[in-house]
Every structure is written in structure tokens, then in C-alpha cells.
């Protein structure tokens, strides 16, 4: 059935659901799983300095949930492998699926107002659409 699992956390409750999910479809099928949270970098930075100081902003923000994962992953038998990385996040988890060859992106969903998804959508809709694997997206 699946052979990879990638979670998408990007700390907030909605994700941390996906993260229990995901890990124990993991445990329940003795799968590899991966955990990915992206730093969202300044659309136009106005200094190098500035893009650095933000991934290190990013860093510092995701250890506590990249810790917490992986102590939840070990409770459960597994390890889990953390990926932190910068951009924009439905690219770069798209992406980050299609190059490491994910069978399945497990997502947490996270209710905004029908208007907010009408006009601007939501990372979860995106990431539905885009990624080249299954999506679970939890509640």
C-alpha cells in the first residue's frame, strides 16, 4: 500500500493532528515516515542578511515541534525523519514528495471562512491539488 509517509507540520493544532495520524498509519504499517516544516522566506528580500536571519528564525521557531515529533515517533517504535526547509510551502512540499518519491502527504486541515478560501485558498486545497501522491488530510 504506502512504503513512504510524508507529514507536513508546520506547528499549529491542525498539523499536529496530521502528525498522529500519520505516525500511527506509519506504526500500523511498519513504513518509513518523514516529517517536512518550511520557513517561509521574505518574497522580496531586501538583503542576503535578511534571508539568513529569517531561515535562523525558522530554525529556532521549528525545534520544539521537530523535538516533540520525533519523542512521539520513538513512543511509537519509530524513527522519524525531519526535513526543515525554506520557501514556499506547498512548492517545496510538492516538490520535496515528487523528488523523494512519497507515496502518501498526510496534512492537517485547518478551517478558515468559506470567503477566505474562496478568494485566496488554503496551503491544504493547494497541496491537494498539487502533490503527485495520495493526500490524507486530517481533521
Do not use: W
Not at 536571519?53 to 512521539?72: C, N, S, T, W, Y
Amino acid at each position: 500500500m504506502y512504503r513512504k509517509i510524508l507529514v507536513a507540520h508546520d506547528g499549529s493544532p491542525g498539523a499536529f493532528a496530521a502528525l498522529t495520524a500519520g505516525l500511527d498509519l506509519a506504526a500500523r504499517l511498519e513504513v518509513e515516515v518523514h516529517m517536512i516544516s518550511v520557513t517561509e522566506l521574505p518574497a522580496f528580500p531586501g538583503t542576503m542578511d535578511e534571508v539568513i536571519e529569517e531561515q535562523d528564525e525558522g530554525r529556532r521557531r521549528f525545534q520544539p515541534v521537530i523535538d516533540r515529533a520525533k519523542q512521539l515517533a520513538a513512543l511509537k517504535g519509530l524513527t522519524l525523519q525531519a526535513h526543515l526547509l525554506p520557501g514556499h510551502p506547498v512548492k517545496v512540499i510538492a516538490d520535496f514528495v515528487r523528488d523523494r518519491d512519497f507515496d502518501l502527504l498526510v496534512v492537517g486541515f485547518m478551517g478558515h471562512s468559506a470567503l477566505y478560501n474562496s478568494l485566496i485558498g488554503s496551503t491544504t486545497d493547494r497541496l491537494v491539488h498539487h502533490s503527485p501522491s495520495a493526500v490524507l488530510v486530517v481533521k
